[in-house]
């Protein structure tokens, strides 16, 4: 669907194809700070700047592909969701978004508490040094190999998704000789209004336990009786890449009333509830996200008077934000190759990348927003679609964008707001060298992952 048709650059013809587009911006050289990180800026020769330092500096000296993630932003937002929930309520970042011993080491300087879904996760958690009470195990289908690790770890909270895994975790505790304390994830029968492959509450889906037709009260019932575990509270995920708070409110309203009916059951109020993460960021300047002391403010105020209404105590709220934290405060950095102008339709401009580090296009649909950092232009906008490297038409970095027509090989462009679910879901395909993710913060740049090598790849190959 098209949101508009725009007058074509000079390498067009007059009709502008369906696209994704809104008008060309005035200048192309600025940078919208909505979807940048926030040290990013020009410098007076035009060249884009990360924590001080000249992106083709880092080119020069990392390589492209590569994602230059802002520390300096990305500590500030763990500060500002913190701050923001205060101390009566607990924030988990979710690391599936971008989990590294240093991101790990960052989350725990700053306060925040890690929700991690693997023996992968866990292990980079613990070996970065977080401490397991401050971290919460996620999973639809956690190994018994993982669920002893994180009992034996002493983790915080497992999560547990099904009536299956109410079992093991509470045999597993009781044989290991502890009380693993839990939360029972519930799907609430919410829609989310987000991509359909990143929405996770309504009903017919792997995660959760429905609250519809009592089966998660049976759930309650089951982990009460059990003696391995202490049940803590109640856990719902709506879905990601939400703005609207609405589905949050739906989702608060239907755990409390969970929360009433176990107490009037069985006597006992449940002290926690999580109610996840999937808060929005902007990747173009359409996208309108909200600051986390409004998310806190609305998520209390709900949880407040459905808990007035229901008489029940407020119970200690924790929220799970990953793409939030760290998905503006990176950008992924290209060099530009091919350029192949189709008349009529659009300019495609190929990069050393695609969707080996950014599926995220390819898989959701997702838009991205971009721009050349090497040098400023003052050519005419062209609309293009960048794309990979990679055997496969569908390879789309940004589907459609506008950069100067002046744009040649040779130029660096950057894609803003690549921090969350692109290094986390990067491959191999067609044995891609996986980019480095590089710190940068007051003019020093750091590898945080290194690149893969040719190496890396061959000696997982042992045949
Ligand atoms: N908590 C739970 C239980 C989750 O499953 C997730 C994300 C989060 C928290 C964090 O959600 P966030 O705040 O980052 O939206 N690969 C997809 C997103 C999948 C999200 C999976 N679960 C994407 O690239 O959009």
Known sequence: MSRSAHPAGPRHADVLPEGHYTAPPTDLNVLDEKVWARTVGRNDDGVVTVGGIEVTRLAEEFGTPAYFLDEADFRARCRAWADAFGKDADVFYAGKAFLSRAVVRWLKEEGLNLDVC?????????????????????????????????VEAGVGRIVVDSFQEIVRVAHTAQRLGTRQRVQIRVTVGVEAHTHEFIATAHEDQKFGIPLAGGQAAEAVRRALRLDGIELIGIHSHIGSQIFDTSGFEVAAHRVVRLLAEIRDEHGIELPEIDLGGGLGIAYTSDDDPREPHDIAKALGEIVTRECEAARLRTPRISVEPGRAIVGPTAFTLYEVGTIKPLEGLRTYVSVDGGMSDNIRTALYDAEYSVALVSRTSTAGPMLARVVGKHCESG?????????????????????????????????????????????????????????????????????
Not at 123 to 134: V, Y
Not at 414 to 419: L, R, S, W
């Open 118 to 150: 693997s023996g992968g996760e866990l292990t980079t958690a613990l070996d970065a040094g977080m401490p397991a009470d401050r971290i919460a195990f996620h999973g639809n289908n956690k190994s018994q190999e993982e669920i002893e690790r994180a």
């Open 395 to 463: 390879d789309i970095v940004v589907k459609d964008a506008f950069l100067p027509a002046d744009l040649a090989p040779g130029d660096l462009i950057a894609v803003p707001a690549t921090g969350a679910y692109c290094r986390s879901m990067a491959s191999n395909y067609n044995h891609a060298l996986r980019p480095p993710v590089v710190a940068v913060k007051d003019g020093e740049a750091r590898v945080i992952v290194r690149r893969e090598t040719e190496e890396d790849l061959l000696r997982l190959d042992v045949g």
